[in-house]
């Protein structure tokens, strides 16, 4: 197993810039029939590991708010694209990311 970096001097973000990030969500957070239904919104906090070649892994919801948005938010992270890994004296390493992913109704 290898260590996990909780500190180091550029965390890892997304391979993609946070303009094309938030267009990645757009296409691929569908908001769930259920929730709308229950008038459900609020904001799901994920967590998960970005390994040293980008790749994620561990996905967990540490909260969620129901009616399928905690799925739908573990699932828009398992399938994003590769993040740039965190980096630490120079050489890529293993971090956690914790992110937000809010369900808003308009």
């Not at 996990?4 to 391979?15: D, N």
């Not at 691929?28 to 459900?40: D, F, T, V």
Request: charged letters at 25%.
């Amino acid at each position: 197993q290898q260590y996990l970096h909780t500190e180091y001097r550029r965390k890892s973000t997304m391979y993609i810039r946070d303009r094309a990030w938030y267009s990645y969500l757009k296409q691929n957070l569908n908001y769930p029939s259920q929730a709308l239904r229950m008038g459900i919104e609020g904001t799901v906090i994920v967590r998960f590991i970005v390994n040293t070649d980008g790749s994620i892994q561990n996905v967990e919801v540490l909260r969620g708010i129901g009616g399928g948005c905690d799925e739908i938010a573990k699932n828009v992270i398992e399938n994003s694209p590769n993040w740039n890994p965190g980096i630490s004296k120079d050489r890529p390493v293993r971090s956690r990311m914790t992110m937000p992913i809010r369900f808003r109704l308009d």
